[in-house]
């Protein structure tokens, strides 16, 4: 099963241009990660924000979480072309951490246009 | 290499036949999961190990699928009297858990196609 849903599932946007994703998920989390996956690739992992975190920076890369909302946003400034992939949103939950595991949303595809 | 290695990377089978992949984690990782990708769509959770242990299988697998962690070191993952249906990428990742937060390196994955 999946917990996180990405919103949009496809975006295509002018390089330079700023890329916004979102993912809600539905139960409470321990923290919330993003991954990239380029085609017929494995994931890599981008960034995680833990469930008391309500924005984080890396790079170009700026994740908030609202956990009222069950909701998180990845946001990549001045697009670049390589930044076209598959972007992912996981979500950690358990109450002990020897019961929590990874459980990823369906993604969005980014489509960086020249 | 010091990462998430499997094999085979490709796989292609007659239909009914048994498959078995084989995942090496990174050696210091302590968990391992499996996932199934389809076409369009996220990870789908299958089942990890802490150390040795499967701490969890999806009620979504059927009985055909079987994995195993012998030493807590590399895991394997099969699948019995295959079905077209099972034609996936297969990812392996590992992680070190450490205060309930972990990061997952995933492998390049392992292609089955079911004819």
């Known amino acids: 099963s999946q917990q996180g849903e990405e919103d949009p599932q496809a975006l295509s946007i002018q390089e330079g241009e700023n890329a916004t994703m979102n993912c809600s998920y539905k139960?409470?989390?321990?923290?919330l990660q993003w991954y990239r996956q380029n085609s017929g690739r494995g994931l890599v992992h981008l960034i995680l924000?833990?469930?008391?975190?309500r924005e984080k920076h890396s790079g170009r890369l700026r994740v908030t979480l609202d956990t009222s909302k069950k909701s998180s946003s990845l946001l990549i400034t001045a697009s670049r072309a390589a930044d076209t992939a598959s972007y992912f949103c996981?979500?950690?939950?358990?109450?002990?951490?020897?019961?929590?595991?990874?459980?990823f949303g369906s993604g969005t595809r980014l489509s960086i246009r020249p | 290499d010091t990462g998430v290695s499997q094999d085979p990377r490709h796989k292609i089978t007659k239909r009914g036949q048994n498959v078995t992949f084989r995942c090496d984690p990174i050696?210091?990782?302590?968990?391992l999961y499996w996932y199934r990708q389809t076409l369009g769509q996220g990870p789908e959770f299958l089942t990890y190990?802490?150390?040795?242990?499967?701490?969890?299988k999806s009620r979504l697998l059927s009985d055909r699928f079987s994995a195993e962690r012998p030493k807590g070191s590399f895991s394997t993952l099969e699948i019995q009297r295959t079905e077209q249906g099972d034609s996936a990428m297969y990812l392996c990742?590992?992680?070190?858990?450490?205060?309930?937060?972990?990061?997952?390196?995933f492998g390049q994955g392992t292609r089955l196609t079911v004819v």
């Open positions: 990742a590992s992680s070190l858990i450490y205060r309930g937060n972990e990061e997952a390196f």
């Open positions: 139960t409470s989390i321990n923290n």
């Open positions: 924000i833990r469930s008391n975190e």
């Open positions: 996981a979500t950690v939950s358990g109450r002990y951490s020897s019961a929590s595991k990874i459980i």
């Open positions: 050696s210091e990782h302590n968990r």
């Open positions: 190990f802490q150390n040795e242990a499967q701490l969890e």
